[in-house]
């Protein structure tokens, strides 16, 4: 039978989970995806109404199938975490079984089982903020969103992965080199994410025969990073200076992605894999 992948990070088609997504379906996955709740009924919604269906064309002409759409908070590790204010919020209020633990349950309970995951999503509420200017409640959610809930996530999918399976993430060049303008703890929770990444494919590669690697991404005009505010420089700062000097299309990270969780990559786990038309390899711009 074919693999199964589970995508957590996907609302619209501009992201990198989005792209993940279509590359692991060309491969031949079943494909579902962990959709942040307070996005969700907009994504459902135009998933309907057929907004992506243009979007949802693979290289051979096919149509990319989504299994199911489940809603997802991967800041929430189970219902005793849930704060009063997000319980009775609207949005989530319209969605159940959404924290990290119930929704692991719930694939269980669907497919009972699944060979990749994917970690796509990230949250700093004060990524603008220089870290000198970044408060604790900030630091701490941004790591909370953007590192931990991986953490979490492979813990709680890990007892319905088949052995041989494979988790990755997205992770930024950010945490090792200064990028001003990407602040709020943002860099250092991708320091921590990359860090995880060599753990937990320790602990995962011994115990569950699981890979773990994270892809450090170049700029893409997503939803996230535009919100950022700078992703327009950044676009072009790697034009000009990048090794290969062509924009990043979201396809080749998606390739990339498809090829780590393939046997191809069988021997590759704890790496940070950049994706990046070799920026990351400059000492200086020219
Ligand atoms: P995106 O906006 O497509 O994806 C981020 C997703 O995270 C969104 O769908 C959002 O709804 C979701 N999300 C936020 N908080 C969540 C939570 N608590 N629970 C569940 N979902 C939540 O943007 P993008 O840029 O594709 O981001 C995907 C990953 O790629 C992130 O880890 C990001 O840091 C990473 N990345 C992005 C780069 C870029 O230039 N766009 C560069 C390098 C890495």
């Known amino acids: 039978r074919g693999k199964r992948a589970f995508i957590a990070g996907v609302a619209d088609d501009n992201g990198y989970g989005w792209a993940i997504a279509k590359s692991l379906a060309a491969a031949g996955a079943e494909i579902l995806l962990g959709t942040w709740v307070p996005a969700l009924n ?30 997802l908070d991967a800041v929430y590790d189970n219902p005793d975490d849930i704060p009063e204010d997000v319980k009775t919020n609207k949005r989530y209020a319209a969605s159940s079984k959404w924290t990290v633990q119930e929704v692991a349950d719930s694939v269980k309970q669907d497919f009972g089982s699944i060979d990749i995951l994917v970690h796509s999503l990230a949250n700093g509420p004060e990524v603008t903020k220089p870290l000198l200017e970044t408060s604790r409640r900030g630091y701490l959610a941004a790591i909370s969103a953007s590192s931990y809930s991986y953490v979490s996530l492979l813990k709680h999918f890990i007892p319905i992965m088949n052995p041989g399976g494979s988790s990755i993430s997205l992770t930024y060049i950010a945490s090792e080199r200064i990028i001003p303008g990407y602040g709020g703890g943002m860099s250092s929770a991708k320091a921590a994410l990359e860090s995880d990444t060599r753990v937990l494919a320790f602990e995962a590669g011994r115990k569950n025969k699981i890979r773990v ?32 000097q062509k924009e990043l299309s979201a396809e080749e990270v998606g390739n990339t992605a498809a090829f780590l969780a393939s046997p191809l990559a069988s021997a590759i786990t704890g790496a ?15």
């Open 42 to 71: 907009i994504f459902e919604t135009s998933l309907r109404r057929g907004k992506f269906d243009e979007s949802r064309v693979l290289p051979d002409g096919s149509v990319m199938e989504i299994s199911k759409v489940y809603p």
């Open 213 to 244: 690697n994270t892809i450090s991404a170049g700029p893409l005009r997503s939803r996230a990073a535009k919100a950022i505010g700078f992703i327009d420089m950044m676009i072009e700062y790697s034009l000009a200076n990048a090794p290969l």
């Open 272 to 286: 940070v894999i950049y994706v990046d038309n070799g920026l990351n390899a400059m000492g200086v711009g020219v």
